[in-house]
């Protein structure tokens, strides 16, 4: 399967201006790849504080990726601000090339930022069938709790996240991320965004594709506008999770 990741600036808190920069993005791409991860609330950038900017699961950002995806022939992974029954989500999404939608929202809001004072908590988890690989896709602060991207039993082959990682901690970012691929032996593709936000908080992107050993498979540039496509294996991560069995001694435990 072919990903691509992109990695640059959200225009702050402007949907139509990210929704068109976007869709010249995704056109270079038709016929070129299964697979494409845009960063989280890739329309707003992190605005915790704009619930104006949420819109619900019938509203012009679903119609949009939904379009996208069936004209272009790919997937399309990332996030908006949703909202649903008087509540706002974090929402991931992943949009099949026939139009079907599927979504999770963010577990783990970030209290630092006051994420948790305007958006509800998801309690589920979303893992999709694409193609020959099972997803999970996860956002930004996630990847600081391992136990809620447990892969048990190999449930999935490619875990996503996406995210508004600032510069000033993205050394934890750079170790989390292959550390994920490490312990759940999985591919992981991390996409951020870069540019100053309007709280003027900069990111610097550090978006990468890891191996089920943690190895970089594919790397943004700091600090660049970018598009990037690689090739990931299915059949190679079957035969190496057959010849380093790790999973199976791992831990059972259920989350409360």
Same mark, same amino acid.
């Given at each position: /399967?072919?990903?691509?990741?992109?990695?640059?600036?959200?225009?702050?808190?402007?949907?139509?201006?990210?929704? *068109?920069?976007?869709?010249?993005?995704?056109?270079? &791409?038709?016929?070129?790849?299964?697979? @494409?991860? &845009?960063?989280? /609330?890739?329309? +707003?950038?992190?605005?915790?504080? #704009?619930?104006?900017?949420?819109?619900?699961?019938?509203? *012009?950002? %679903?119609?949009?990726?939904?379009?996208?995806?069936?004209?272009?022939?790919?997937?399309?992974?990332?996030?908006?601000?949703?909202?649903?029954?008087?509540?706002? =989500?974090? #929402?991931?999404?992943?949009?099949?090339?026939?139009?079907?939608? %599927?979504?999770?929202?963010?577990?783990?809001?970030? !209290? /630092?930022?006051?994420?948790?004072?305007?958006? +509800?908590?998801?309690?589920?988890?979303?893992?999709?069938?694409? /193609?020959?690989?099972?997803?999970?896709?996860?956002?930004?602060?996630? @990847?600081?709790?391992?136990?809620?991207?447990?892969?048990?039993?190999?449930? =999935?082959?490619?875990?996503?996240?996406?995210?508004?990682?600032?510069?000033?901690?993205? !050394?934890?970012?750079?170790? &989390?991320?292959?550390?994920?691929?490490?312990?759940?032996?999985? =591919?992981?593709?991390?996409? $951020?965004?870069?540019?100053?936000?309007?709280?003027?908080?900069?990111? $610097?992107?550090?978006?990468?594709?890891?191996?089920?050993?943690?190895?970089?498979?594919?790397?943004?540039?700091?600090?660049?506008?970018?598009?990037?496509?690689?090739?990931?294996?299915?059949?190679? &991560? %079957?035969?190496?999770?057959?010849?380093?069995?790790?999973?199976?001694?791992?831990?059972?435990?259920?989350?409360?």
């Amino acid at each position: /399967m072919k990903i691509t990741i992109i990695q640059d600036i959200i225009h702050w808190a402007d949907k139509q201006a990210n929704l *068109n920069k976007t869709q010249k993005q995704l056109e270079t &791409l038709a016929g070129k790849t299964d697979l @494409v991860v &845009l960063p989280e /609330m890739f329309t +707003t950038g992190f605005c915790t504080d #704009r619930p104006d900017l949420a819109e619900d699961m019938h509203g *012009n950002t %679903v119609k949009t990726l939904k379009r996208w995806a069936a004209d272009f022939g790919f997937a399309i992974a990332g996030s908006f601000i949703a909202t649903e029954n008087g509540n706002l =989500y974090n #929402r991931g999404f992943f949009v099949y090339p026939n139009g079907e939608v %599927v979504t999770a929202d963010k577990r783990h809001l970030f !209290s /630092m930022g006051g994420e948790d004072e305007f958006f +509800t908590a998801g309690n589920k988890k979303l893992t999709v069938s694409y /193609m020959e690989f099972k997803i999970r896709l996860l956002i930004c602060y996630d @990847v600081r709790f391992p136990v809620w991207s447990r892969n048990a039993n190999n449930e =999935y082959d490619l875990l996503i996240y996406v995210a508004n990682f600032p510069q000033s901690r993205i !050394s934890s970012w750079d170790i &989390l991320t292959p550390a994920r691929a490490v312990e759940n032996q999985t =591919y992981v593709c991390a996409v $951020n965004c870069i540019g100053t936000d309007g709280n003027n908080i900069q990111y $610097n992107g550090h978006s990468a594709i890891f191996d089920y050993k943690g190895n970089k498979i594919a790397v943004a540039p700091d600090n660049e506008t970018c598009i990037i496509t690689t090739e990931i294996s299915k059949e190679s &991560l %079957v035969k190496f999770r057959e010849k380093a069995a790790f999973w199976k001694d791992a831990d059972n435990f259920t989350i409360s």
